[in-house]
């Protein structure tokens, strides 16, 4: 509850204050006023909360649409090359959201984007017919950088329905599109709107997407704002807290309207106790037609990004970074490595690998462990209040990233513990954020373990803790190592709310390419980001390792 409600009281409270937090009188009622909403309101909030809403509902669309296709087309066809596939999703995940908004600047960007460089080579076409900084522009490198949590989401769904029920469908005379309009969306109902809400949140608190495309295009979002009104001089910390607490209880609106939704969760049951083999759908000559679709979609949110770094990277230094031409790639004698070079010499770049390791590997270790107990506690004892802390544990995924980093700023200037400043506010900030994951996989998985195993222990006058450490803990190794590489590499990237309490000395990776992109170090960013997913592969191959070793065997 301290890490998780007190920031938020204490950012509601100074959104009503005169007061700036850390002033003596901040908690004082007669600071209390309505001024910073009063100002809110007159302000352009509207044309902020439509450009919010926009960005956010067509992200969520477009994202939803490529995340479900390709589950559909792993889970229920008989598409080529579905592993691959997987796999390839999967790796997406690692890849910070920030590379692939600057890897799209750079080949979108009117005036020198590579793809303009083409077109205009090729066809002789003057005007630029991309513009990345755009609304769209910014819905489709948004959705690029999140599809994969739909992905995720609905190929769980897919894969666990009952195939018997699209069968009787069939049967009756409904064809393929009827079945999947009147069954299968009905009955992945759930599933559904807990993409939706989550790409909408995502959506909401999303930072480097609004910040790099849409500020200099004259777009402004909550998210761009409160970023700006905490950092820039003069500050105005109370409109900053107001956007924050709209942005939360909007957040608090989408939760409670999917609780509500499916409420009555029965009429959504598709797995009993009967067994059966999920079938897949001949697509005929289709099933490349799908294949293509899926590679297309993953050149451009892999591949193509990931083209673009490699090549800004081994561009001289300050020679800006051209188009990728076929006569541009055969002279070797233009190509460097010292942007690699300055990549490890340079004191931030250092600094902010360091910094974001320990954070990561900290981070996940505290979580992880605290989410075993927790997800004991809840599941296998009879503790008073062990809903509460189901709540709590959860609460965090319905709070957006850039409200979380305020209200743990603004509480720590208020209280007289020295860890502003310091890397101990962000360890505090990624344990306070990180759990809902983590929380969800431990619980899962500690439902399964029989109480008479424990209970054996403790019979034999095994302690609680002995019996948790020696029995509980070794069974739960699988979800351990999972909620571990999660928060981990999630930590590891993590920018939207470490961007308002970082400051000089401990900054992470996140920030440190902000100021890169800032300071027009174009070619060291891209080398910095090819070593950071360089890192993040390497971390994500160990695990994948040290899984097989401990994870759960299939024979």
């Known amino acids: 509850m301290w890490l998780i409600i007190a920031p938020i009281v204490v950012l509601v409270w100074g959104s009503f204050s005169s007061s700036r937090p850390g002033a003596a009188d901040f908690f004082s009622i007669g600071n209390l006023t309505f001024g910073n909403w009063t100002r809110a309101f007159d302000s352009e909030l ?26 559909w087309a792993v889970e229920r066809t008989n598409t080529p090359f579905r592993q691959l596939i997987t796999v390839l999703v999967l790796a997406r995940l690692i890849v910070p959201g920030i590379l692939t908004t600057v890897s799209w600047i750079f080949l979108a960007s009117p005036r020198t984007g590579m793809i303009n460089s083409w077109i205009e080579s090729i066809f002789g076409i003057d005007q630029p017919l991309l513009d990345v900084y755009t609304m769209h522009g910014m819905i489709f490198v948004e959705a690029l950088d999140v599809f994969p949590v739909s992905f995720l989401l609905m190929s769980a769904a897919l894969r666990s329905m009952d195939p018997s029920l699209e069968e009787a469908s069939q049967v009756a005379g409904h064809s393929t599109l009827s079945t999947t309009y009147r069954v299968t969306l009905p009955l992945i109902l759930p599933a559904i709107l807990a993409t939706f809400i989550f790409l909408l949140i995502r959506g909401v608190e999303t930072f480097e997407t609004p910040t790099l495309i849409g500020l200099p295009a004259g777009i402004p979002t909550f998210v761009v704002e409160i970023w700006q009104r905490t950092s820039a001089v003069p500050t105005d910390l109370g409109l900053a807290g107001v956007y924050a607490v709209l942005v939360l209880m909007l957040a608090v609106v989408l939760v409670w309207g999917y609780n509500r939704v499916t409420r009555h969760s029965e009429a959504y049951q598709i797995v009993s106790g009967k067994a059966f083999r999920p079938k897949r759908i001949d697509l005929g000559r289709g099933r490349w037609v799908s294949f293509g ?7 451009l949110s892999v591949g193509l990004p990931l083209i673009v770094l490699a090549w800004a990277s081994i561009q001289p230094p300050f020679s800006g970074v051209p188009p990728l031409t076929p006569e541009a790639a055969v002279r070797f004698g233009d190509f460097s490595l010292e942007n690699y070079r300055d990549a490890f010499d340079s004191e931030l770049t250092r ?101 008479e195993l424990q209970e054996a222990a403790e019979v034999s006058g095994a302690t609680w803790w002995t019996s948790f450490r020696t029995i509980i803990l070794p069974l739960l190794k699988p979800g351990l ?27 992470v990776v996140g920030v440190a390419i902000l100021d890169l992109w800032e300071n027009g170090s174009f070619g060291l960013l891209s080398a910095f980001g090819i070593v950071i997913m360089g890192v993040l592969l390497f971390a994500a191959v160990a695990a994948g390792l040290i899984s097989q070793r401990y994870g759960v065997r299939e024979y």
């Open 46 to 71: 509207w044309e902020i909360f439509a450009n919010t809403a926009v960005f956010a509902i067509g992200t969520t669309l477009l994202a939803f649409c490529f995340g479900t296709f390709l589950a």
């Open 293 to 299: 679709l899926a590679a297309l979609l993953l050149f």
């Open 351 to 451: 600094r902010a690998l360091w910094n974001s390791s320990i954070l990561a590997v900290a981070a996940a270790s505290i979580v992880t462990i605290l989410m075993a107990i927790v997800a004991w506690i809840t599941v296998k004892s009879n503790v008073r209040g062990r809903s509460l802390l189901d709540h709590l544990a959860f609460t965090p995924i319905a709070v957006p990233a850039i409200m979380f980093g305020l209200s743990v700023l603004w509480m720590y200037l208020i209280l007289p513990f020295p860890v502003f400043g310091t890397l101990w506010i962000l360890l505090i900030l990624y344990v306070a954020r990180f759990p809902p994951v983590a929380f969800r996989i431990l619980s899962a998985q500690t439902t399964q373990i029989a109480d």
């Open 481 to 507: 190592l999972a909620a571990w590489i999660f928060v981990m590499v999630h930590a590891f990237r993590e920018l939207g709310a470490s961007v308002l309490v970082s400051s000089f000395g401990t900054e």
